[in-house]
């Protein structure tokens, strides 16, 4: 009797340990893919000392909330500036042309006219422009990931200054082999795990199907998307999909 006990256990034993095996198996073969989230940096789009940066690292911001504002006071001359110029060209412009009515003014006198009208008109949108680009307004709703300028400081064109993620949506890229990728379709549930929250269980909606396959690796890139109210999943967590 107690010979049968312990084969009993034994077995049991036995397929605890295989079940084990197959699941560290299982969990070699499903490599870990990092959360991602949708992930905005702004560039300065024009140049000048700092006058405002409206939110801190970590901060909270909705779309369209002032983040940077760069000093424009040159930029409100050069517009004054150009104005004055625009109105100029505009009556030279109305001028010519109605002397041109009454065959006073010649048809290159109209030309001339017309083309000077149109430079102080570029002129005049590219002045509004570097005022409009002295503020940096969030493109999205989220939270300021890395601040990259501070109050006082010249910000050149093209150099970062903030960066906005939104973790209201997360996302996990997986790799799918290409003898799976033709079962796999847009808009279809499916699930990964997360290391961190203890092997815990999400499911997402198929966002994108890659078009094309890794030559070396031949997989397609699959993109999960899913919202995360709670913020449970945060940007850099490890998912085995």
Do not use: W
């Amino acid at each position: 009797m107690n010979m049968r006990i312990t084969g009993c256990v034994l077995g049991v034993a036995l397929a605890i340990s295989g079940c084990a095996k197959e699941a560290e198996v299982e969990k070699k073969e499903r490599p870990p893919k990092r959360v991602e989230v949708q992930e905005v940096r702004s560039d300065s789009l024009t140049g000048g000392r700092v006058d405002v940066v409206g939110a801190d690292e970590g901060a909270m911001v909705k779309k369209g909330q002032t983040l940077v504002r760069i000093n424009a006071g040159t930029a409100y001359a050069e517009m004054k500036q150009a104005e004055a110029a625009f109105a100029r060209a505009q009556a030279t412009y109305d001028r010519t042309s109605s002397l041109s009515q009454r065959k006073l003014a010649s048809a290159a006198q109209v030309e001339n006219a017309t083309a000077a009208l149109a430079q102080a008109s570029a002129a005049r949108e590219l002045a509004r422009a570097s005022i409009t680009n002295a503020v940096l307004r969030a493109p999205h709703s989220g939270y300021i990931d890395k601040r990259h300028i501070s109050v006082g400081e010249f910000a050149s064109p093209g150099s970062p200054l903030i960066e906005v993620v939104d973790i209201d949506v997360v996302k996990v890229i997986a790799r799918v082999p290409e003898r799976d990728i033709d079962t796999i379709e847009r808009g279809a549930t499916a699930s990964f795990t997360v290391d961190a929250l203890g092997g815990e269980s999400f499911s997402g909606k198929i966002a994108r199907i890659g078009v094309s396959a890794d030559a070396a690796a031949r997989t397609f890139e699959v993109e999960l998307r899913l919202p995360t109210t709670a913020h449970r999943l945060k940007p850099g967590k490890l998912a085995r999909v």
